[in-house]
């Protein structure tokens, strides 16, 4: 069983940084690509960042050099640094992993940048 628990969310500062965390369990962690999604209510879910098994990164424009994703294969977890968070971040992040053309989904965890 795919299961995807997501952590580190919570209520920062304009300009502050957060780390998430997505521990893994169910897969094949060191052979799967992995990525973070982002939503706010109202607006679909969109890509943050993604990572493949040989750790070629991926991100959207709006994060590029701010945001970073990397993974812990000895700990079957996925993190993302997020740095220079503004208010236009906040929303709940979600991890996510593709199997067997499934794709799978964490609880998510809230994100909020505001003063």
């Known amino acids: 069983q795919v299961q995807l628990v997501e952590s580190g969310g919570g209520l920062v500062q304009p300009g502050g940084s957060l780390r998430l965390s997505c521990a893994a369990s169910?897969?094949?962690?060191?052979?799967?690509?992995m990525g973070w999604y982002r939503q706010v209510p109202g607006k679909q879910r969109e890509l943050v960042a993604t990572?493949?098994?040989?750790?070629?990164?991926n991100y959207a424009d709006s994060v590029k050099g701010r945001f970073t994703i990397a993974r812990d294969k000895a700990k079957n977890t996925v993190y993302l640094q997020m740095n220079g968070l503004s208010p236009e971040n906040t929303a709940v992040y979600y991890c996510?992993?593709?199997?067997?053309?499934?794709?799978?989904w964490g609880q998510g965890t809230q994100v909020s940048v505001s003063s």
């Open positions: 996510s992993t593709r199997l067997w053309g499934k794709n799978y």
């Open positions: 169910g897969i094949s962690f060191s052979r799967n690509a």
């Open positions: 990572i493949n098994s040989d750790g070629i990164t």
